[in-house]
Nanobody
Framework: QARLIESGGGLVQPGGSLRLSCVNSHIIFSFDDMVGWSRQAPGSQQETVATLTAGGASNYSDSVKGRFTISRDGVMKTVYLQMDNLKPDDTAVYYC?????????????WGRGTRVTVSS
């Protein structure tokens, strides 16, 4: 069974930085498979903020573009989300997910989340 575990959340002041990590197990990635970071703030819809395919293509939401960077280790065992210049609006629970093609369907696996609070 695929498993993803996030870490790295915490309390940070506005303008500060955090790096989130997502370690996965029992997943073999093919070129178009991806890992993404999504967040859920109280009273708000869930928002995908960054994705990265095994082929190396990354994408960001407009709300984090230029401030967040998604990256991985060589075999995509661990995927990171570097968050810089954090704002109070970035406060949310951040979830890591993997979207994998398991013929004949796409499956999505989720971690349990890590909380990020941006406050002075």
């Amino acid at each position: 069974q695929a498993r993803l575990i996030e870490s790295g959340g915490g309390l940070v002041q506005p303008g500060g930085s955090l790096r989130l990590s997502c370690v996965n197990s029992h997943i073999i990635f093919s070129f178009d498979d991806m890992v993404g970071w999504s967040r859920q703030a109280p009273g708000s819809q869930q928002e995908t903020v960054a994705t990265l395919t095994a082929g190396g293509a990354s994408n960001y939401s407009d709300s984090v573009k230029g401030r967040f960077t998604i990256s991985r280790d060589g075999v995509m065992k661990t995927v990171y989300l570097q968050m810089d210049n954090l704002k109070p609006d970035d406060t949310a629970v951040y979830y890591c997910y993997a979207k994998i093609f398991e013929r004949p369907v796409w499956r999505t696996y989720w971690g349990r989340g890590t909380r990020v609070t941006v406050s002075s």
